[in-house]
Antibody
Framework: EVQLVQSGVEVKKPGESLKISCKGSGFTFTYSWIGWVRQMPGKGLEWMGIIYPGDSDTKYSPSFQGQVTISADKSFSTAYLQWSSLKASDTAIYYC????????????WGQGTLVTVSS | SYILTQPPSVSVAPGQTARITCGGSNIGSKSVHWYQQKAGQAPVVVVYDDSDRPSGIPERFSGSNSGNTATLTISRVEAGDEADYYCQVWISTIPDHGVFGGGTKLTVL
């Protein structure tokens, strides 16, 4: 069974750093594209970026380039999303998802990680 | 940047047909995927590549794509279809990346 299991709720202060994770199982993680999607409170889905753990090829939406860093450790079948200096506007639910190899939709999703940034 | 435009809301009575549009420049040349997101849950793909359905998705869900508009059609709407729906495409220009539409809230009256 394909699963993406994300790390738990985070509460941070502005200016702090953060790295959240997404662990895949039930499929060949190394050869699958894993994406990240933001959903701010009461708002829609935003495509952030995607990584291919096999060679760490990473593509970012222009809106998120330079704002976050996406990485992966194929030996742990885990993808990461990190911030060096959080802002209140980073408060959101962050989903990871696997991109289908045949049709490029996101066919499996993690449960989401709630990140709250508040002083 | 490429923009996908969806109506904020669509309302339909049970048993009727709901149509949710997704507008974009020459979107007919792209593959469109549709996601359903129920309250408090992660999204689920209901249509991929314009009109294909993943296994487990009812035949009531269908899609089309031509010109500047893609459409998700839900026939014989049920109360359980009430959710937010998002279209999504892949932009192949440099940098290549994905884009979601703003989402449509489907209300079953």
């Amino acid at each position: 069974e394909v699963q993406l299991v994300q790390s738990g709720v985070e509460v941070k202060k502005p200016g702090e750093s953060l790295k959240i994770s997404c662990k895949g199982s039930g499929f060949t993680f190394t050869y699958s594209w894993i994406g990240w999607v933001r959903q701010m409170p009461g708002k829609g889905l935003e495509w952030m970026g995607i990584i291919y753990p096999g060679d760490s090829d990473t593509k970012y939406s222009p809106s998120f380039q330079g704002q976050v860093t996406i990485s992966a450790d194929k030996s742990f079948s885990t993808a990461y999303l990190q911030w060096s200096s959080l802002k209140a506007s980073d408060t959101a639910i962050y989903y990871c998802a696997r991109r289908s190899s045949t049709n490029w939709s996101f066919d499996y999703w993690g449960q989401g990680t709630l990140v709250t940034v508040s002083s | 940047s490429y923009i996908l435009t969806q109506p904020p809301s669509v309302s339909v009575a049970p048993g009727q047909t709901a149509r949710i549009t997704c507008g974009g420049s020459n979107i007919g040349s792209k593959s469109v995927h549709w996601y359903q997101q129920k309250a408090g849950q992660a999204p689920v793909v209901v249509v991929y590549d314009d009109s294909d359905r993943p296994s487990g998705i009812p035949e009531r869900f269908s899609g089309s794509n031509s010109g500047n508009t893609a459409t998700l059609t839900i026939s014989r709407v049920e109360a359980g279809d009430e959710a937010d729906y998002y279209c999504q495409v892949w932009i192949s220009t440099i940098p290549d990346h994905g884009v979601f539409g703003g989402g449509t809230k489907l209300t079953v009256l």
